[in-house]
């Protein structure tokens, strides 16, 4: 359990010199996925090594020690499993933190209770747009204000949403039944809303478990709506960023990925310059982030748990809302995965690195006696290239929220 409240700023040479990056093949060892979680579920696992295109970090020294970051509050490392629901993990993760924030209650929440009813408003949607949706099992940080609005929210021990004996948890029976019910609606033409939404809690009772009607808190019996106000949580609070020249900045824009499955367009788009800023203020003051973007590039590195733009792909000083624009328009910036933003750390070259707490398994190969387990390490000119979205609370964004239109 992760209990960490601004540590003090620990003494440290570390430089981040972004000149004249070495880009290598490395042969990755077996994957914490594969060695831990997959074996765990399937009593084997793939022993391949695979090739990768990585930079060479033999001569780097990164600030790769969560005790030299200055943190925000934040709850126990849980893993997401075989699972496609990091946007689930990461803000109520955030939303963990902010309650801590609010009130000094130190909770777990959890996430499969709004895993199960983010698959109701998704059976909701496909029936009221004719089949037309992307399907997956991915969604955004905002969904998590959607669900709490709509159905509260509940601790993680009374919805676990695991089986019992289950070391991880696995959906890919669940996402494979839910396709099929939804192939089957489309094939029919059965548009009965009532009847998707009964047909598909079937099988989430079946997956994952019935979710309660009510919980039991110090002795006192509510419901997940009640609850969630027992903790101070205001959905309406948290607001969004994105910082994409496609859309006019200082106006509330569509953030058009296939995980943004419902077409959310209440996006606040701003300039890059104030996106970075906004995030480097909120840390700072105190307010964690919900963050989502881009971890597939040969500078995310799931060995090192760091993630760095290497000067092959793009030098430092030349990266701004143009290349972040042109990477996201061609495809190379892509929509992988949302982490919770719980620390900084100032370099002596003036560069932010931020700690990334996440529930995926790449953050875990350092082996869980390792300090960076289940960590990133990431650098703010990673942050201002790939990061696209985050989810904060609206009380230290104010300055921006009053140029929105």
Same mark, same amino acid.
């Given at each position: ?36 979680i ?52 990461s ?44 399907? !997956? %099992?991915?969604? @955004?940080?905002?969904?998590?204000? /959607?669900?709490? +609005? &709509? ?8 919805y ?6 289950q ?21 029919? !033409? %059965?548009?009965? @809303?009532?009847?998707a939404?009964? /047909?598909?809690? +079937? &099988? ?14 110090n ?15 205001v ?10 020249? @496609?859309?006019?900045?200082?106006? /509330? ?30 840390i ?68 932010t ?53």
């Open positions: 359990m992760k209990r960490i409240i601004f540590l003090s700023l620990l003494t440290s040479n570390v430089i981040f010199a972004q000149e004249n990056d070495k880009a290598i093949f490395v042969k990755e060892p077996v994957s914490y996925y594969q060695h831990t997959i074996k765990a579920l399937n009593g084997d696992y793939d022993k391949t090594e695979k090739t990768k295109l990585k930079v060479d970090q033999s001569k780097k020294d990164y600030p790769t020690n969560p005790l030299a970051y200055k943190t925000i509050w934040y709850n126990n490392l849980l893993s997401q499993g075989n699972t496609g629901t990091c946007w689930s993990f803000t109520s993760s955030f939303m963990e933190s902010e309650v801590q924030r609010l009130t000094g209650k130190e909770v777990n929440l959890s996430e499969m209770y709004t895993v199960y009813w983010e698959y109701v408003e998704r059976t909701k949607y496909f029936v009221q747009h004719k089949g037309q949706m992307h399907l !997956g %099992e991915g969604s @955004e940080t905002n969904a998590i204000a /959607k669900i709490m +609005e &709509l159905y509260g929210t509940v601790p993680f021990d009374a676990t949403g695991q089986k019992d004996g070391d991880f948890y696995n959906h890919e029976p669940l996402f494979k039944a839910v396709e099929a019910l939804f192939a089957q609606i489309k094939k029919e !033409g %059965e548009w009965n @809303e009532e009847k939404v009964i /047909k598909v809690r +079937e &099988l989430l009772d079946e997956h994952i478990g019935e979710v309660p009607e009510y919980i039991e808190v002795e006192q019996k509510m419901t997940p709506i009640e609850y969630r106000d027992y903790l101070k949580i959905p309406s609070d948290y607001v969004n960023f994105m910082s994409l020249m @496609e859309a006019p900045y200082y106006q /509330k824009a569509l953030y058009n990925v296939p995980d943004n499955w419902w077409k959310s367009n209440d996006y606040n788009n701003i300039p890059l310059d104030d996106f970075l800023q906004l995030i480097k203020e909120s700072t003051e105190g307010y964690s982030i919900s963050i989502g973007g881009d971890v597939s590039e040969p500078g995310f590195d799931k060995i090192s748990q760091t993630a760095t733009i290497p000067s092959f792909d793009i030098k430092s000083a030349d990266i701004d809302e143009n290349a972040r624009q042109f990477r996201f328009t061609n495809g190379s910036t892509t929509d992988d995965h949302a982490m919770h933003l719980v620390g900084y750390y100032e370099a002596k070259d003036g560069k690195w931020f700690l990334i707490k996440d529930s995926g398994s790449g953050s875990r190969n350092a082996g869980e006696s390792s300090d960076k387990f289940g960590h990133y390490f990431m650098h703010e000119d990673y942050v201002k290239l790939k990061m696209m979205t985050i989810t904060v609370h609206k009380d230290i964004t104010k300055k921006y929220l009053d140029k929105i239109k």
